[in-house]
């Protein structure tokens, strides 16, 4: 069983930080690229950022300059650190990871976190 657990999320004030941790449990060959995605009621998902296996990067337009992704392989976590917050940047944040798994015949499979909260408000 392989699990995907957000963790840091929190409210805040507009101008303040937060760290976002995603850790991938359980048994994986590989832990692939990895993207967070953040979802407000009554929208769809927003990709926010992304980091590939080696460690190339990218952002929305809405972040860059403000988030940065990052990743432990050694410990199959990821991080969303998050500087300057503003109050639109309230929302569920979700990880999504795709892993490589099997034994004999390896795939690939995409996963998503349940999901941590962020509110920036004064």
């Known amino acids: 069983q392989v699990q995907v657990v957000e963790s840091g999320g929190g409210s805040v004030q507009p101008g303040g930080s937060l760290r976002l941790s995603c850790v991938v449990s359980?048994?994986?060959?590989?832990?692939?690229?990895v993207q967070w995605f953040r979802q407000t009621p009554g929208n769809q998902r927003e990709l926010v950022a992304i980091i590939s296996v080696d460690g190339d990067t990218d952002y929305s337009e809405s972040v860059k300059g403000r988030f940065t992704i990052s990743r432990d392989n050694v410990k199959n976590s990821i991080f969303l650190q998050m500087d300057s917050l503003k109050p639109e940047d309230t929302a569920v944040y979700y990880c999504?990871?795709?892993?490589?798994?099997?034994?004999?015949?390896?795939?690939?499979?995409?996963?998503w976190g349940q999901g941590t909260q962020v509110t920036v408000s004064s």
């Open positions: 359980g048994t994986i060959s590989r832990l692939n690229g």
């Open positions: 999504h990871p795709e892993v490589r798994r099997g034994g004999g015949v390896q795939y690939s499979e995409q996963l």
